[in-house]
Structures are given as structure tokens and as C-alpha cells.
């Protein structure tokens, strides 16, 4: 069984960075590898929302309200993956969590993210 685990949150100031990691704890490499790692946010009373994604090869996408903000990758070996959060402002303040995007496993416990002066 996966088990998905997000570190790495907390209180920022606006303009402060963060880097976030997760880790595939269990997960098969081939499976892991098999398609994109995503991150997601969610803010209380509003769907998860995807926010970046990169490909076995580093190919990655974003929402474009992080865009020129975040950077997503990935270390296949280890099966983790990374969002490094530059310039944070209040609105990406929410639950960050990480998952398969093409074959999601079940959803870890996630890392709170907080922007604020």
C-alpha cells in the first residue's frame, strides 16, 4: 500500500519562500514512474486544485497563478517529488498535498501552508 507524505510547510511572511516535499513510501518505481507527480492545494469550502505537475522527464506545467513563482520536480530513484514555492503570497495559503496525476493513489495527510505578515 502507498502512503503519501508531505513535509515541509508552515508560516511564511509574503515574499518568503518554501520548499515542499513528498514521498511515494511504498509506491513500485515502475508505477511511480509511470506518469506525472502533481502538486495540489486546497483551501477549506473549495475543490483541490492542481497546481503544477512534471513528467518522468521533467517536463512540467503549472496553474498560472504560480507560474515564474514555483518550480516542481521530482527524484525518480527515491520516488519523491518537490515544489520549491518563491515569492508566496496569502493567496497560496492552503493544505499543499502531492499525488500521482495519472494514477492517483490515496491522498496523504498533506502540508499546511501559510502566508501571512
Known amino acids: 500500500q502507498v502512503r503519501l507524505v508531505e513535509s515541509g510547510g508552515g508560516l511564511v511572511m509574503p515574499g518568503g519562500s518554501l520548499r515542499l516535499s513528498c514521498v511515494a513510501s511504498?509506491?513500485?518505481?515502475?508505477?511511480?514512474?509511470?506518469?506525472?507527480m502533481a502538486w495540489y492545494r486546497q483551501v477549506p469550502g473549495k475543490q483541490r486544485e492542481l497546481v503544477a505537475s512534471?513528467?518522468?522527464?521533467?517536463?512540467?506545467n503549472y496553474v498560472d497563478s504560480v507560474k515564474g513563482r514555483f518550480t516542481v520536480s521530482r527524484d525518480n530513484a527515491r520516488k519523491r517529488a518537490y515544489l520549491q514555492m518563491d515569492n508566496l503570497k496569502s493567496e497560496d495559503t492552503a493544505v499543499y498535498y502531492c499525488n500521482h496525476l495519472t494514477n492517483p493513489w490515496s491522498w496523504g495527510q498533506g502540508t499546511q501552508v501559510t502566508v501571512s505578515s
Open positions: 512534471v513528467t518522468k522527464s521533467g517536463t512540467t
Open positions: 511504498g509506491a513500485i518505481t515502475s508505477v511511480f514512474n509511470s506518469g506525472p
